[in-house]
């Protein structure tokens, strides 16, 4: 199953992405320095994500869920 997901930080801060592979446990690659920044300590110790499936197909291929098509 192909998707793409959108992740709410606490902060109101959202990423779009893909997953070509279904994984739950999958919530995106985002740059760690920037994240980092976006948090206090305080903030770092008790936090919620929240992911969503916003489309999904199990006929796209991986290369059209990559390529937008």
């Known amino acids: 199953m192909?998707?793409?997901y959108k992740?709410?930080?606490p902060n109101?801060?959202?990423y779009i992405g893909q997953d070509v592979?279904?994984?739950i446990r999958y919530f995106g690659s985002p740059n760690r320095d920037l994240?980092?920044?976006d948090f206090t300590r305080d903030?770092?110790?008790d936090f919620t994500?929240?992911?969503e499936i916003i489309w999904e197909s199990?006929?796209?291929s991986d290369e059209e869920v990559k390529n937008g098509n």
């Open 58 to 60: 199990e006929t796209a």
């Open 35 to 37: 994240i980092e920044k």
């Open 43 to 45: 903030q770092k110790r």
């Open 12 to 14: 109101g801060k959202i």
């Open 49 to 51: 994500i929240k992911k």
């Open 7 to 9: 992740i709410t930080y």
């Open 21 to 23: 592979t279904d994984d």
């Open 2 to 4: 192909n998707v793409i």
